[in-house]
Each structure stands twice: as structure tokens, then as C-alpha cells.
């Protein structure tokens, strides 16, 4: 049968529509025949409204492309030549609790970095090695293209764990720098060479102009002066410029919760006690993408999507498929396995890099050793990231407490301890493999603390 299928976990997703309007726009480099959203039942209802949606884009199109819904993951599987991940393990009610806990004794909450990343961390990965076994026996030839955070240590476990070494990890953090600086100094995308490396939300850039001129702190000094294209659930608190000037690389937004920790907690904390955490605003944003999505009118994306906070995920996850599929070699940042594009890590880990992206996967840019400050802080980040995705799939208490306490956002202590504990108590009905460690806090006595638990019962209902 000719034409591609494409499976997509957690297909009832918000982002569902973009990904839908790439494959679209690309249709004459990727025949797409049959797309596949699936999801658990508890966003069955999610899944239906978002894929009525697609299949009115479709409709709308010159393709003639079925889009099917399922709960049943390994009927989507059979055969597919890709398959994109976008689950989110407990819904929003998780994030909103991986937020609202550390919070509550003043540390950061946050989605992907510190107590609430490494959480969702522990959720996400089993879930994903599960997804790989299934693969490996309905469609062992497909390459796995994920965007389900924390992207990099998911894909670093599909790697290690999972031996699968078709994968690629994506991240909209390095497309909106490429969109968005270029113009701060007169120039368009393609007139500039971007060199990414680091992790996942972790990475810091280099930026060249086509005479091979170093354009970084001509960039950086733009910075200072104009929108600076941060994502929209990053709070803008300006980078130290001397910090900038002295590493001559440019951080990613999400550097700011490491080099300006204190201004980024006192203002996580304001909104947790005022307007409510980013996950709470995103739930808001969500449901009224979901009332958009159920008017049988709509048969394109929406603008209010661009508020999401992850936008163009799903448009770089297309390309990455095109790439693959059309041998296209694009340069794209991508998570995948290190080969030695970042000498300061050992070679058969994950990082995020600049990649030719073609039929045999990523071919790696290399970067080069990075300045000292810069080392340090990746190394750090890296065996935090190991400890934490063995400690998802071990279940192992000690080796998650490990992770802890060198997790740079985190107190190390009796208050980090705390958060940890509660967090398996609130996230226990998701966290399996960590079923011996929670019996045996609950037989201690530990609970989520009363006035938290009434908090939560209240931010997460509806």
C-alpha cells in the first residue's frame, strides 16, 4: 500500500490542529495516507472534538486523508512508518500539581525543570518504554519523533532503556530563536548560521552571518533593545548582560530559572498566590481552544493557538518527518544521541543539537568544548537527568532522592524530602513503578498536607 501512516499518541492534544496544518503544507513531499490520533479514555472527549477538527483541515485540502480515532494504541501502531508523541501522563490537573506543591514551601513549580519536571519525568517514562515495546512488535521499522516533555530525558530513556535508536526529540524553543533574532539585526533566517548545543531546555547558541562573521553579540546587544522573542510561558526577566558577553552564547529562555533564579521564584510564587500557576493558565487557554475546536465551521488553526505556549512543536515535528521521509538533509536542533558533537558529555547520551535531519536520522553539528561555566552546568544538568530517568524506570527511592538534591532548583534537606514525598503521594494512581516506595510512605504517615489537598481539590476541578 502506498503512502505514509502516521500515528500520533496523545492525539487529542491542543497542538493537534498545527501539526495537522504542517503535514498538510507538506503533502507533495509526504503522501500522507492515513493519520491515527490516539489517546486513554479519560481524553476521549478531547480526542473526539480535536479530531473532527482535522478531519474538516483535510476536507478543506486538495488530500483525500482519513483521519482515524482510537483508544486502542496498537491498532494505530500497525505498520506505521512514524509516530509522534505529545502525551501528557495525568492531564493538566499534574502539571498543575507538579506546580502548586513545591510552591506551597517556595520553590519552583515548574513543567519541565525542577520538582515538577523531574515528576512528570517519572510519569512520562514508563509510559514511552511501554509505547517502544509496542513498536517494536507492530511497526519495528517507524521512527519515533517526540515532543512529550521533558523532551530530552524522554528521549535519552528511549534511547538507553528502550534500545531504540530510531528516535528524535524536538523542542520549539530553538525554531523561535531562529525565527525571531535574525530580525533584530536586519537580516532573515537563511541569512544566518545557528550552531545549538546543550540539553533540552538547557542549550545555549552560537549565530554566524553567511560570510562566516560571528554575529553573536551583535545579537545579544539587540537583545537588550527589542522583543527578544521569548516563549509565552517564560516571564521576561533580562539576562545579566555581562553574563552574556562573557560566555558569548546565547542561553534559552529557560536558562533564566538557573541565572536569575531569584527573580524567577519570587515571581512563580506571586502568580501561585494571585492568578494561579501557568498550568492553571493554560488549562484556561485550553478549554477555550476546545470550544473553538468543537464549531463544525473551523477547519484551520486557530491564531489563538500561538498563546499555548508550545507553539510550532508540531510544525517542526512535520519537518523532521519530511526530512526523514524525502532524505532532505534540513538543519534542524534536535535531541538525540551525542556522538561527540559535545565533547563535554560522553558520547552515547542525549543532547540537543544543530542536526542534518535525513532517511538515516540526525547527523550531528559539531559544537566544541564549551567555555568552563557553561561545562559545569552541563555536566550537573546531565547526572541529574540520568539519576532522574533511572529512577523512573528502577522505581528506586534513594536514586530519585539523588536526583533531588543536586537538581539546582531544589532545597536540598528536610523541605526537599518533604516536596518529594508529597509529590509520590499526589501522583501515586501514575506512578507504578514507584508502587513499593509510596506503600511504604503512606504506611509512615505521609500526605499531601491538609490545606494543599483542599488547594488542589479546588484549582483542578472542572
Known amino acids: 500500500m502506498t503512502g505514509v501512516k502516521i500515528a500520533t499518541i496523545g492525539g487529542g492534544s491542543s497542538y493537534t490542529p498545527e501539526l495537522m496544518e504542517g503535514f498538510i503544507k507538506r503533502y507533495e513531499e509526504l503522501p500522507i495516507r492515513e493519520i491515527w490520533l490516539v489517546d ?102 517507524a521512527w519515533l519523533v517526540n515532543f512529550a516533555n521533558p523532551s530530552g530525558m524522554v528521549t535519552e530513556a528511549v534511547v538507553r532503556y528502550g534500545k531504540w535508536d530510531k528516535v528524535i526529540g524536538l523542542c520549539n524553543v530553538p525554531v523561535m530563536a531562529t ?55 517564560i516571564y521576561d526577566i533580562p539576562f545579566e548582560r555581562d553574563l552574556l558577553e562573557q560566555m558569548k552564547m546565547i542561553p534559552c529562555a529557560y536558562h533564566r530559572y538557573y541565572y536569575q533564579e531569584e527573580e524567577m521564584l519570587a515571581h512563580a510564587l506571586e502568580e501561585y498566590q494571585t492568578i494561579g500557576t501557568r498550568g492553571q493558565q493554560v488549562k484556561q487557554t485550553e478549554n477555550e481552544l476546545f470550544e473553538l475546536y468543537k464549531d463544525p465551521n473551523l477547519n484551520y488553526k486557530p491564531e489563538q493557538l500561538l498563546q499555548r505556549g508550545g507553539a510550532y512543536y508540531s510544525d517542526a515535528a512535520c519537518e523532521t518527518i519530511a526530512s526523514i521521509y524525502a532524505n532532505k538533509e534540513t538543519q534542524i536542533v534536535v535531541s538525540t544521541k551525542n556522538e561527540g558533537a559535545v565533547p563535554d558529555l560522553p558520547a552515547d547520551c542525549v543532547v540537543e543539537v544543530t542536526a542534518y535531519i535525513g532517511a538515516q536520522g540526525a547527523r550531528n553539528v559539531a559544537f566544541g568544548p564549551l567555555p568552563t561555566a557553561e561545562r559545569g552546568w552541563l555536566q550537573v544538568m546531565k547526572a541529574m ?78
Open 385 to 462: 537527568e540520568l539519576l532522574t530517568i533511572e529512577a523512573a524506570v528502577t522505581g528506586d527511592y534513594g536514586t530519585a532522592l539523588q536526583a533531588f538534591t543536586l537538581n539546582p532548583l531544589i532545597v536540598s534537606g528536610a523541605t526537599g524530602k518533604r516536596v518529594m514525598d508529597e509529590l509520590f503521594i499526589a501522583h501515586k494512581e501514575f506512578l507504578p513503578n514507584f508502587a513499593e516506595t509510596i506503600a511504604k510512605l503512606e504506611a509512615e504517615g505521609v500526605t499531601v498536607q491538609d490545606e494543599i489537598a483542599r488547594d488542589l481539590s479546588l484549582v483542578t476541578a472542572g
Open 179 to 233: 525565527m525571531l533574532e535574525p530580525g533584530l539585526i536586519g537580516k532573515e533566517t537563511d541569512e544566518l548560521i545557528y550552531k545549538f548545543a546543550g540539553l533540552n531546555h538547557f542549550h545555549w547558541h552560537k549565530v554566524a552571518d553567511n560570510h562566516g562573521q560571528d554575529v553573536t553579540l551583535d545579537l545579544i546587544d539587540k537583545m537588550y533593545q527589542e522583543d527578544n522573542g521569548l516563549p509565552k510561558n
Open 40 to 141: 486513554v479514555e479519560a481524553g476521549r472527549e478531547k480526542l473526539e472534538i480535536v479530531g473532527a477538527m482535522a478531519q474538516r483541515m483535510w476536507d478543506a485540502s486538495p488530500y483525500k486523508v482519513k483521519v482515524h480515532l482510537t483508544m486502542d494504541r496498537k491498532e494505530a501502531l500497525q505498520g506505521a512508518d512514524f509516530v509522534t508523541t505529545q502525551f501528557r501522563v495525568g492531564l493538566l490537573e499534574a502539571r498543575i500539581k507538579d506546580e502548586r506543591i513545591p510552591a506551597y514551601y517556595g520553590m519552583l513549580g515548574q513543567e519541565t525543570n525542577g520538582a515538577g519536571g523531574m515528576f512528570k519525568a517519572f510519569r512520562t517514562i514508563p509510559v514511552i518504554l511501554d509505547i517502544v515495546e509496542d513498536m517494536k512488535r507492530y511497526c519495528p521499522d
